[in-house]
């Protein structure tokens, strides 16, 4: 009872190791994979976001500059497509009907085709008074020659155009209808950097400077136009309709554009929880201190108002190179986000179906080896109660049919030990059979041709050993033939990776090719193909092995008579391709080769035959041997219009 109990434990113990074994490694590889491609895909999903938004920037950067461009065009194209220069020469510009119409031309209302609608217009003389106000036809007199643009444009009398920051009771001057439009009351977020104001005091305008001048080219004064970029939408709704397109996730906008004012959202079409505007809402402090304190780009992870995007974020100039606010675009982190997390449950789910698996078949697996055994167990139990005829039945396909004939094979031995001649004869022969099983087993990838031999010979034996008559003939024949078939593979394939074995001594190519086609010419494969020939004189020798070359001539000759079934035309030509290499072109006007099948002619196994007519190795073979004479094999082939095989050998030196 102690034996038995000790018995089944050991079974037992090894069914759970086969098992635990199966469900480790499993285990172990998906949970490896999953950590992996997790990590990857981290790493792919977040370098592509990056890159996007890098790019969705530099779009809105463009866009953004686009509307300051156009901007200076109307302001130029209101310079001087008006009586400007006349009327600042004659000092009426603010009783000259005709002018003040064209001036105010260029004042766009809503929903017309014109460009960007103007906030304010304003000429001064060549001393940077203002002479007259589009908006505000009554102040004038005053000198705006303070603010760097207008300054700048008349010291140079050049254009320019910038992003300035202008007082609230400047833009009042300018145009008391847009004043409301500046005091953005201040939003602070989870996140934000300190803020010290409660409401802004500043606006953020588009500005654009042309100089006037008469026509001796003398400076008069000059042109302001501008356009206020607080609780203006137009520039990033028109950024979001570019770069995103309307695109959604979870009915939420995926891509969103802000400009700041500072670190203050004065445009933006970010959305707060009560679906308005984020207008007034700060920048956090980390891209705050990087951005405005630093100048530099910032492209990451960022709490936008109530939610994580992966943003971006550049400085914005004014004309003096100060840094007066931030363009932004981000997008909604949400969307990769989530699919961080569905590649992560995919993972486990493998994962997790794996160990499932392992677990089922494991414990088959586990069953058949512990069923196994017993039988093993109950054979030997049986033979030691002096049994000899008792055998194991073989399950060809448990995996333990070695172990089966091996063990029948120690009954037959034991009962028939009278003979024993015949005992040690088939002794050897199990001994060399279970010596080429295990060759096989620990080798095969490298020893193939040992099991081989070993199937061949045994084969041989028994036919031998078995009557005329004897229905099993027939299906060893069959495997004696399939045996020397896959030997000669394996020989083929040793033969496309050795070197050439022969001496390596300079011969006469065309001496080497009048040989190879003599020993073809004459066979019925050739009696309907005409063979033409044209061979240079004078070639210098190429060295080489020469058995091997006049293989490699014969596979082409007999590989061009069976792509003409036996009635076409063979052309064999040589010359110089080089100073130092020999050209040997054979060509033939079989059915040729598809272009798709060029790429793969020269490689082990591929061939266009019926099966049963090549192994798919001679033009591997070929291609190996005159690889490992440094030379080359072009090939040449259109369907129906035969085949050209061109084949350069480096000349040997000093010929």
């Not at 979870?250 to 009560?274: C, E, H, L, P, W």
């Not at 490699?552 to 110089?576: H, K, P, Q, Y």
């Not at 690889?627 to 369907?639: M, R």
Request: include cysteine; charged fraction near 25%; charge should be neutral.
């Amino acid at each position: 009872m102690k034996k038995q109990f000790r018995g089944h434990h050991y079974i037992i113990s090894l069914r759970s190791r086969l098992i635990l074994g199966f469900i480790v490694a499993t285990c172990l590889t998906g949970i490896v994979a999953t950590v992996m491609g997790i990590r990857a895909i981290n790493k792919n999903t977040i370098g592509e976001v990056q890159q996007r938004v890098r790019q969705d920037l530099n779009t809105a950067r463009f866009i953004y500059d686009y509307n300051l461009t156009r901007l200076a065009s109307e302001v130029r194209f209101a310079a001087q497509g008006s009586r400007l220069d006349e009327a600042l020469s004659a000092g009426k510009i603010d009783t000259d009907e005709a002018l003040r119409g064209l001036v105010q031309y260029i004042y766009a209302p809503k929903g017309s085709d014109r460009l960007t609608r103007l906030d304010m217009l304003a000429v001064v003389n060549v001393r940077g008074e203002v002479v007259y106000r589009v908006f505000n036809p009554s102040a004038k007199g005053d000198s705006i020659i303070s603010q760097s643009i207008v300054e700048r444009c008349l010291r140079e009398s050049t254009a320019h155009a910038s992003t300035e920051i202008m007082d609230i009771g400047v833009i009042r001057r300018e145009n008391p209808a847009i004043g409301e439009r500046v005091s953005i009351p201040i939003v602070k977020t989870p996140q934000s950097v300190e803020i010290e104001k409660d409401r802004l005091t500043e606006g953020m305008v588009l500005l654009a400077a042309h100089p006037v001048f008469d026509k001796d080219g003398q400076l008069l004064g000059a042109l302001i136009g501008g356009t206020l970029v607080n609780n203006n939408y137009t520039i990033v709704d028109k950024i979001r309709e570019t770069v995103y397109r309307g695109e959604k996730y979870k009915g939420r906008d995926i891509g969103f554009a802000t400009i700041f004012q500072g670190g203050v959202r004065i445009s933006t079409n970010v959305m707060t929880v009560d679906n308005r505007r984020a207008i007034g809402t700060i920048v956090s402090k980390e891209v705050y201190d990087r951005v405005m304190g630093q100048g530099k780009d910032w492209i990451a992870r960022a709490f936008v108002v109530h939610d994580w995007y992966i943003s971006s974020y550049a400085p914005i100039y004014d004309i003096d190179k100060v840094i007066i606010g931030m363009l932004y675009t981000g997008v909604l982190e949400a969307k990769y986000r989530d699919i961080r997390m569905q590649t992560m449950w995919m993972f486990l789910g493998i994962t997790f179906l794996g160990g499932v698996v392992a677990f089922v078949i494991s414990l088959g697996m586990g069953n058949s080896i512990i069923r196994r055994i017993q039988m093993l167990k109950d054979a030997t139990k049986a033979i030691a109660e002096g049994n000899l005829d008792y055998r194991i039945s073989r399950e060809s396909f448990d995996g333990f049919d070695m172990l089966d004939e091996a063990f029948n094979n120690m009954t037959k031995s034991l009962k028939d030990r009278d003979d024993r001649l015949q005992e040690v004869f088939k002794r050897l022969a199990r001994t060399e059979r279970l010596a080429a099983l295990g060759q096989m087993a620990a080798g095969v990838a490298h020893e193939i041709n040992n099991p081989l031999g070993g199937i061949l010979l045994y084969s041989n034996i028994i036919l031998e050993e078995l009557p005329e008559d004897h229905q099993a003939r027939e299906n060893l024949e069959k495997i004696i033939y399939q045996t020397e078939r896959s030997k000669k593979i394996v020989q083929n394939l040793l033969d496309f990776s050795r070197t050439p074995s022969g001496e390596m001594m300079p011969y006469d190519i065309n001496r080497v090719i009048e040989t190879s086609l003599s020993l073809v010419k004459d066979q019925s494969l050739f009696l309907g193909i005409d063979i033409t020939t044209s061979f240079a004189a004078g070639l210098p020798e190429v060295k080489g092995d020469r058995s091997r070359l006049e293989e490699v001539f014969l596979n082409f000759f007999v590989n061009a008579a069976d792509a003409m079934d036996g009635r076409g035309e063979l052309s064999i030509s040589t010359g110089l391709s080089s100073a130092n290499s020999v050209k040997i072109v054979v060509s033939d006007t079989g059915k040729g080769i598809d272009k798709a099948y060029l790429p793969h002619i020269f490689e082990p196994f591929f061939t266009t035959k019926e099966p049963g007519q090549g192994t798919g190795l001679g033009l591997s073979i070929a291609y190996g041997i005159i690889q490992k004479h440094n030379g080359i094999i072009d090939v040449e082939s259109e369907p129906g219009k035969g085949t050209t095989f061109i084949i350069s050998l480096p000349v040997a030196m000093g010929t």
